[in-house]
């Protein structure tokens, strides 16, 4: 079995694991810190670390069972958590772009290696039609790898399915499908989406109020807003539609899926754990939203 190796470590996020551990302990102190509860999965942004990580460290940090919340890792490879598998959706796709998962082998990070729960892809790849990926042949994609020395150290002992999700109609059938087979397989699951929010400003193409000040206000409460209302509502069309209309999710399809995929395992409530740009950071022209939500079942 093959290898996925990092390509963003050391400049994305901390090249080791004694630097990201100190990075995502700060992060568990900034904001709100981690949100208490059973919440089966979340979203979260995928810009650099020093940008957008604070957001995604809480959000993937909140998704451990309830019961053990509160005994977050305080040092690397200890795990509280009865989670088999994660499902992580991402990826820069176009409404042309043709799904893709990875298949059997591992994921190279910081804290050591993530294997690929092989079984569950090849049931979910079975199911629908998703082209299959080796390790080695995996897309470098900062959507994902941003996010594995997050799983891997609030999830040692999980395995993963990586699915790389077009924004079209598809996203929610994915979703909704992984979850099934997971849940053939009696694996106890949690589900994180990748996406930012919008990309403003001249580097981007993107600036239909102009520059500055109006713009960072228009993005953070007019455009942005929209978008996360559309995932908060757990609305799959509504997600393709805000991502490809307004240019406000660069990732509407992994949204859309894993949006779909909480619903199945019985989501009725999203709580918005952050919000923020990178212009808060560095003040330019362009800059990019961030945002951090949690999805919760009802009672019973």
Known sequence: MGKKQTAFAGSWYPGTARECESAIQQFLKEGRGKLTGDFVGGIVPHAGWYFSGSIAARVIASLLPQKT?????????????????I??????????????I????????????????????????????????SPEKFPDDNTLELQYPFIKYFFPGAKIVVCGVAPTGFAGILGGMAVEEA?????????????????????????????GKKAVEWVSTVNDKNAIAAMGQMDEVAIVAQGLD????????????????????????????????????SRSDSFVGYAGLLFMPGPG
Not at 71 to 78: K, R, S
Not at 90 to 95: E, I, V
Not at 112 to 126: C, K, Q
């Open 87 to 100: 499902l992580l959706f991402g990826a820069h796709m176009s409404k042309q772009s043709e799904p893709f």
């Open 183 to 211: 849940t053939r397989l009696s694996r106890n699951i949690r589900v994180i989406g990748s996406t930012d929010m919008t990309h403003y400003g001249p580097d981007f193409g993107f600036t239909p109020v102009g520059v």
């Open 246 to 281: 307004h240019k406000n999710m660069c990732c509407p399809g992994a949204a859309a899926a894993a949006v779909a995929a909480c619903k199945k395992k019985g989501a009725i409530k999203a709580i918005e754990l952050d919000y923020a740009t990178s212009f808060e950071r």
């Open 69 to 85: 919340n509160e005994a977050l890792p305080d040092q690397m490879g200890f795990d509280p958590s009865p989670v088999d598998t």
């Open 102 to 133: 990875m298949t059997d082998g591992w994921i190279e990070t910081p804290f050591g290696d993530i294997e690929v729960d092989g079984r569950l892809v090849e049931n979910i790849a079975g199911g629908v039609g998703v082209r299959k990926l």
